[in-house]
Every structure is written in C-alpha cells, then in structure tokens.
C-alpha cells in the first residue's frame, strides 16, 4: 500500500519504521532532519504534507497533539476523499468527535506505552471508526504495532481517544504516588532503593518498576520514552474534556475536577520550567543533579 505518514517524531519514527517492509512509504515531518532514520531505512521523504498525501491509499498522522493536526490536517483538508486517516495523535474525545465529522474515514489510533514497547510491537492500540469494514483494515495494518493481547477495535474515534486519556491519566497519577512515596520513604530514613523495593508489594508497584531504573541512576532522563512535555499535554487534554462535560452540572461526579491528575500536572509543570520539558517524565521524580547523571 502507499502510505503518507505524517509527523515522524520519537513515537511516530517507531510506528513507521514497522510498516516500511510491507508498505510504501512517504514521510514528512516539520524538521526535516527528523525524517533522516526513516529515510535510510527506505522512505520517500517529502517537503511538504500535500506532496506526502499526493498520490497516497492511506494517511496516518502522528502529530504532538489536536491543535497541530487542525494545522496539518484539516484546515488545507489535505485528506483526499475516500482516503482512509489513521491518527494515532493524542487527542481528547472531542477533537476526536470534530475529526470525524470533518473528515468521514477519519480512524481514531492512539496507541498506548513508550519507546521501548513501540520498538519491539508490544504497543496497546486502540482502533475506533463506526466503520466496521474499514476497522478491521486498520486493524490488520497497525498489527505490527501491538501486542495482540491490547489490539482493539472500537466503535469510534471516541472511544478510542478515551481508552488513551484513562491510560494516561493512570499513568500520570501513579508517577506522582511513586513522587510521593519517595518523599515519605526519605522523610522516614529509608533509601530510595528501600522504598522501591517495599512498594512492590502495593498498587504502586507498576510505576516502580517500570521507573525504578531512573530512580536509581541506571538511566538519565534526557532522551526519555516519554517526555514530561506530551504527557503534561495529555493532563491538560484530561482536565479539559471534564471540565466541558461538567459546565453546567448541578451535580457533578466526586472528582470530577481531577485533583489528583492536577497535583501530577503541577510536578510536571515545575519540571518544565526548569528546562525539563524534553526530559522523560521520571523527572519529576529525581533531584536536579540525578536527572543528567552528573
């Protein structure tokens, strides 16, 4: 098939690498040098989107968020009729709903874990279109992605942006708790090694484990699977779809203001006015030195 892919940053250069030796391939990124490990890998490159599309089966974007695909995508509604758009941007399910209304093969791909998992196909990904013949053709493409066992179709975009921002949100608080419980174990004398090692018996023992390397020293922030800029994107996203949902509500669901997810934000925010931004999320976990191993 020729594919158009859109937007080849960390996650997306590991989605499309997986594609190019079955499909060809067309790539365009805004930084034009990010499309150097693609292209060495066989790509075309092209230098503006509308040329990627030209001539295209099939479009998939991975883009940093909803506002730059309103940029890339929908406002020159560069997607041809009938071509299928497979997204696999982060989005809310609201721009999800606006997406597809604007552009009717719009497929909702978000997919869900970091580099590491994405590298080896061992990805959660969520496939949502109404569209039950075009599912199942998406879900044959992206398989390469996936561990088979977090392959799902969906009914729409929707659901499929929901699936992401609840994985997310799980994720974001639980780094906070590790946050939390590595100030507690400190302020009750025990080494950081000794708390990790005493969560692993709690509901906290997922994000220790798979954050404990950073923790320790064996492995620095920068050049991070998931960088403390996107997620906090993805908090934000989170506290927005609750909030239009809530405007207006006599009696809105406890916690339904994300006090939690807003505890985590602010973390990541504070990371990211040091500089931070670029590093992986773990650094809100580190004392400044640990995050670059110095």
Known sequence: MRIAFLGTGRMGTELALHLIPDHQLTVWN???????????????????????????????TSLFGPEAVRETVLEPGLIPTDVPWV??????????DEFAAAVTTYVGVPVVGSLGPARNGALGV????????????????????????RLR?????????????LANLALA???????????????????????????????????????????????TTQGGDFTA??????????????????????????????????????????EIATEHGDHDFSTILLPGAERTGQ
Request: proline share 5%.
């Open 30 to 60: 805004r930084t034009v040098e990010r499309t150097a490990p693609l292209a060495d890998a066989g790509a075309a490159v092209a230098s503006t989107a509308a040329e990627a599309v030209d001539g295209a089966e099939l479009v998939i």
């Open 87 to 96: 997204d696999t941007t982060t989005v809310s399910p609201q721009d999800a």
């Open 126 to 149: 969520y496939v949502g279109t109404p569209d039950a013949a075009l599912r199942e053709q998406v879900l044959d493409l992206v398989a390469p992605w996936a561990d088979p066992e």
């Open 153 to 165: 179709g969906v009914a729409s975009g929707r659901q499929a942006a929901t699936g992401k921002l």
């Open 173 to 219: 608080i639980s780094a906070q708790g590790l946050r939390e419980a590595l100030a507690l174990g400190e302020a009750a004398g025990a080494t950081a090694e000794e708390t990790l090692d005493m969560l692993g018996s709690t509901g906290l023992a997922f994000i220790a484990g798979m954050k404990g390397a950073f923790v320790r020293g064996e492995r």
């Open 229 to 270: 800029d996107a997620i906090a994107k993805d908090a934000r996203l989170m506290i927005d779809t609750v909030q239009a949902a809530s405007t207006g509500s006599s009696a809105p669901r406890p916690g339904a203001d994300l006090p939690a997810l807003r505890g985590a934000l602010a973390s990541l925010q504070a």
